[in-house]
C-alpha cells in the first residue's frame, strides 16, 4: 500500500507535533506522515545531514507546513529542554509529542560497564520523562493531549543481543502506564506502540541478515516486512481524535509475531 491511500484525519490538520530522532527511520517517517496530515512539526536529532533530507522530502511532496528542525543530543536534558520550549514558541504550543529516539547498538552483558549501562539508559530511556516533563505541562492547561511513546518488542523477545537496549525500553511502558493515570483527568493521553522488525535503513545495514529476516517471516503471522510508514500510521492514529479514548495502552506492530 502507498502513502497516498492511508487514512487523512482531519483533526491533524495544523495539529502541533514534536517529534524525537525525526532525522532517519521511524522518526523521519513520522516527520514526513505527519507533514502529509498537514501538520506543524517541529524535530530534534544529532544527524544534521539526514534532518535536511527529510525536510526536503516533505518540501518536495507538498507540505503545508516546512518541518522544523533542531540540533540536539538528547543525552543533554538541558539542550533538550531548550528544544522544547523553542518548539512551543515556533508552534505556538505542542500537542503531541512522539518519543521515539533510540539506538539498538549490539552489545553482551558481559562486556556491560557502568558507564556504557548509563549511556543506554541516558540514549533509550531518560529523555522519554524529560520531553514530557516539558511540553505535558501546556498540554495539561489546555486539557489537550496525546503523547506517543515508541517502545520495542525486543525486552518481550528474550533475545540477548542488546540487554541495556531491551531493559530501557521496557521502562517505555512504566513511564507510559504512570503518566497516562496522571494525565488522563485533564484529557491528555499516553500510549506506547512496539515495533517488531521494521527494515529502517539502518537495520538494513547494520543488522540485517538471510538468516534473521528468514526467522522473522517464519514467526510472524503476516509474511512481510513491516516498513516505516506502514508502522506509523498507528502513531497518527494515536495522535488524532479517532482514538480519543484510548489512553494506557500498548499497540504492537509486529506482523503478528506475537
Not at 536529532?45 to 527529510?54: G, L, P, R, V
Not at 539502518?202 to 540485517?208: A, G, H, I, P, S
Request: with cysteine.
Amino acid at each position: 500500500m502507498t502513502v497516498e491511500n492511508y487514512a487523512r484525519y482531519p483533526s491533524l490538520v495544523d495539529r502541533t507535533v514534536f517529534v524525537t530522532g525525526g532525522a532517519d527511520g521511524i522518526g523521519s517517517a513520522a516527520v514526513e506522515n505527519f507533514a502529509r496530515q498537514g501538520s506543524r512539526v517541529a524535530f530534534v536529532d544529532i544527524n544534521a545531514e539526514y534532518a535536511h533530507a527529510t525536510i526536503r522530502r516533505c518540501v518536495d511532496a507538498g507540505a503545508t507546513h516546512t518541518p522544523l528542525f533542531y540540533e540536539v543530543d538528547l543525552r543533554d536534558i538541558e539542550a533538550l529542554r531548550a528544544a522544547c520550549a523553542r518548539a512551543v514558541d515556533d508552534l505556538g504550543g505542542v500537542t503531541v509529542l512522539v518519543n521515539n529516539a533510540a539506538s539498538d547498538d549490539r552489545h553482551t552483558w558481559e562486556e556491560m560497564t557502568v558507564e556504557y549501562w548509563d549511556d543506554r539508559l541516558n540514549v533509550n530511556l531518560r529523555h522519554y520523562f524529560f520531553a514530557i516533563q516539558a511540553l505535558a505541562p501546556q498540554m495539561l492547561e489546555a486539557e489537550l493531549g496525546s503523547i506517543v511513546n515508541v517502545g520495542s518488542s525486543s525486552y518481550m523477545m528474550q533475545e540477548d543481543f542488546f540487554p541495556g537496549y531491551a531493559i530501557a525500553k521496557s521502562g517505555v511502558e512504566g513511564i507510559t502506564r504512570t503518566l497516562a493515570r496522571t494525565f488522563g483527568p485533564r484529557n491528555v493521553r499516553v500510549n506506547t506502540v512496539l515495533p517488531g522488525w521494521v527494515p529502517t535503513e539502518r537495520q538494513l545495514t547494520k543488522w540485517w541478515s538471510e538468516e534473521g529476516e528468514a526467522g522473522t517471516m517464519r514467526d510472524q503471522a503476516l509474511k512481510k516486512r513491516i516498513v516505516p510508514d506502514e508502522f506509523v500510521q498507528m502513531i497518527l492514529f494515536l495522535a488524532a481524535d479517532d482514538s480519543g479514548g484510548c489512553t494506557a495502552q500498548q499497540f504492537m506492530v509486529d506482523g503478528g509475531r506475537f
